[in-house]
């Protein structure tokens, strides 16, 4: 009924929906660029994509992707803005950390990279990541009472991806943050407590 809270089924239903559209968008993004791709999340195994071993499984990322000798795994997320650590003085995305681990592994078995892409939707960005460059910058949130059910969340600069507009599809320069968004982001951080980006 109008006027009632969300029930937490809804909610979850609607952020589902949401990241199977920004799934479908992305996997559009990659065929553009002339890509094959092979939606694993989208195969009914009853649960996650994982590579079955005879003792154990391995999460894999939601897509494979191939252009010739180019293969990658891809693992897509939708979220709305990037967040603000004002500790690291940088914009970032994060990923489950247990998830993040078995991406890692997943790569190492199969011996196919892996990326981290983003449909960041305030900004209307695609956001692409090599695992092994963005992994440079990885950042584990310190144990917490508050941190969500999905477990520790793993955190990385966003100035480590490449950003492409989602309008044009066109790579966009490399840029130091998004516009701000609140007034205490606003302030500049001096530059020489950046990291660099190489």
């Given at each position: 009924m109008p006027g009632e809270p969300m029930s937490e089924m809804s909610n979850w239903n609607r952020l589902l929906s949401l990241g199977l559209q920004g799934e479908a968008l992305v996997r559009e993004w990659y065929k553009r660029q002339g890509y094959f791709v092979l939606p694993v999340s989208l195969i009914n195994n009853g649960g996650a994509p994982a590579l079955e071993g005879y003792v154990r499984k391995v999460i894999v990322a939601n897509h494979l992707a191939f252009k010739g000798a180019d293969q990658r795994w891809v693992e897509v997320k939708t979220y709305a803005r990037a967040s603000f650590n004002q500790q690291r003085h940088r914009w970032e995305h994060g990923v489950p950390q247990r998830l993040w681990l078995h991406y890692l592994e997943g790569q190492a078995l199969t011996h196919i990279p892996g990326y981290l892409t983003i449909l960041q939707v305030n900004k209307r960005l695609i956001m692409e990541g090599r695992i092994d460059r963005i992994a440079t910058t990885a950042y584990v949130q310190a144990p917490a009472e508050n941190h969500p059910p999905s477990g520790l969340q793993i955190f990385f600069?966003?100035?480590?991806?490449?950003?492409?507009?989602?309008?044009?599809?066109?790579?966009?320069?490399?840029?130091?943050?998004?516009?701000?968004?609140?007034?205490?982001?606003e302030k500049p951080f001096p530059s020489d407590r950046q990291p660099p980006l190489f």
């Open positions: 600069d966003t100035r480590f991806f490449d950003w492409y507009r989602l309008d044009t599809l066109e790579p966009l320069p490399k840029m130091d943050s998004p516009k701000v968004i609140r007034e205490w982001e």
